[in-house]
Nanobody, 118 residues
Framework: VQLQASGGGLVQAGGSLRLSCVAS????????MDWYRQAPGKQRELVAT???????NYADSVKGRFTISRDNAKNTVYLQMNSLKLEDTAVYYC?????????????WGQGTQVTVSS
């Protein structure tokens, strides 16, 4: 099972980006699909979570600006990021809880860099 994240880049403060993360492999079911981020010199932090049932949750720092969504038919999770701030600069990682046959697997994507400039 692999997660492939994409969509990062350089954007000015106030701008928008949309991240995508696709899961591939011998997937039975995808439960949670989440986004984390890690800024230079800081610990990795949770940004947003989504369950297979459609429930979502956000870090206080991104509430009202970021939206997590999923396309379960495509095994894909998105992160729409609006009104970006300098402090949103980080490597963004997707993280998923996937059922593969009889195994429960938690796995990370490779990360995609988001840089917000002034």
């Amino acid at each position: 099972v692999q997660l492939q994240a994409s969509g990062g880049g350089l954007v000015q403060a106030g701008g928008s980006l949309r991240l995508s993360c696709v899961a591939s492999g011998r997937i039975s079911t995808i439960n949670d699909m989440d986004w984390y981020r890690q800024a230079p010199g800081k610990q990795r932090e949770l940004v947003a979570t989504s369950t297979s049932g459609g429930a979502t949750n956000y870090a206080d720092s991104v509430k009202g600006r970021f939206t997590i969504s999923r396309d379960n038919a495509k095994n894909t999770v998105y992160l729409q990021m609006n009104s970006l701030k300098l402090e949103d600069t980080a490597v963004y990682y997707c993280y998923a809880y996937i059922v593969v046959g009889s195994l429960n697997v938690w796995t990370w994507g490779q990360g995609t860099q988001v840089t917000v400039s002034s």
